[in-house]
């Protein structure tokens, strides 16, 4: 069982770089959700899909971009760095809008330097 | 402005007694409320939910109450166990409102002494 997968686990990225995170999950789950974690700050929404092709804004959404092309996949998009972009950072999946537990990848910690 | 606060950063409990996580929301339109249990370099793992229609809810050694006049909700942890030492997340979610974004706080970290 895969569950929530996310590649990579760990990147070092120079200020300005690019790169994109890629979370995948096999449940067959509408929702799908982009998180960052920072000491003391908890778990923060960056984006947030409900469905293939919609994409919406959470709490923290500027710096990112994010597509959901196929149902499965959620791709969360750095176009130039920035150290604050420094963080562990986490996908999550859940079946609908009436079963609001998540399920979480395994986390991908990124340092931009 | 933080909707969901977990004011207690860190907790030790002796091994065997009982651990209570609060957590407190400013938002009287959350109606799912939900724990979930993070391990270091591990992704957050659900433990147990409530609705607001529930002021209790029971799941093994796990109980989660919700005081709705308060805005205040408790998980109950009995008894404390070592595997149990881990950061606990509580969140919260709008069914009623189609806006099920799952909004966390930041965390309580529980210790467990031997």
């Known amino acids: 069982n895969a569950g929530v997968t996310q590649t990579p686990k760990f990147r070092v990225l120079k200020t300005g770089q690019s790169m994109t995170l890629l979370c995948a999950q096999d449940?067959?789950?509408?929702?799908m959700y982009w998180y960052r974690q920072d000491p003391g700050m908890g778990l923060r929404l960056i984006h947030y899909?409900?469905?293939?092709?919609?994409?919406a804004k959470g709490e923290v959404p500027d710096g990112y971009n994010v597509s959901r092309l196929k149902k499965q996949n959620f791709l969360l998009g750095l176009e130039s760095a920035a150290p604050s972009q420094t963080s562990v950072y986490f996908c999550?999946?859940?079946?609908?809008?009436?079963?609001?537990?998540?399920?979480f990848g395994q986390g991908t910690r990124l340092t931009v330097v | 402005d933080q909707q969901v606060k977990q004011n207690s950063p860190s907790l030790s409990v002796q091994e065997g007694r009982i651990s209570i996580l609060n957590c407190d929301y400013t938002n009287s339109m959350f109606d799912y409320f939900l724990w979930y249990k993070k391990y270091p370099a591990e992704g957050p793992t659900f433990l147990i939910s409530?609705?607001?229609?529930?002021d209790k809810n029971e799941d093994g050694r796990f109980t989660v109450f919700l005081n709705k006049s308060a805005k205040h909700l408790s998980l109950h942890i009995v008894p404390s166990q070592p595997g149990d030492s881990a950061v606990y997340f509580c969140?919260?979610?709008?069914?009623?409102?189609?806006?099920?974004?799952?909004?966390f706080g930041k965390g309580t970290r529980l210790h467990i002494l031997p």
């Open positions: 969140a919260a979610s709008k069914i009623r409102l189609r806006d099920d974004k799952i909004i």
């Open positions: 409530i609705s607001s229609i529930k």
């Open positions: 999550a999946s859940s079946l609908a809008e009436w079963n609001t537990e998540a399920f």
């Open positions: 449940m067959n789950h509408e929702y």
């Open positions: 899909s409900v469905g293939e092709g919609t994409t």
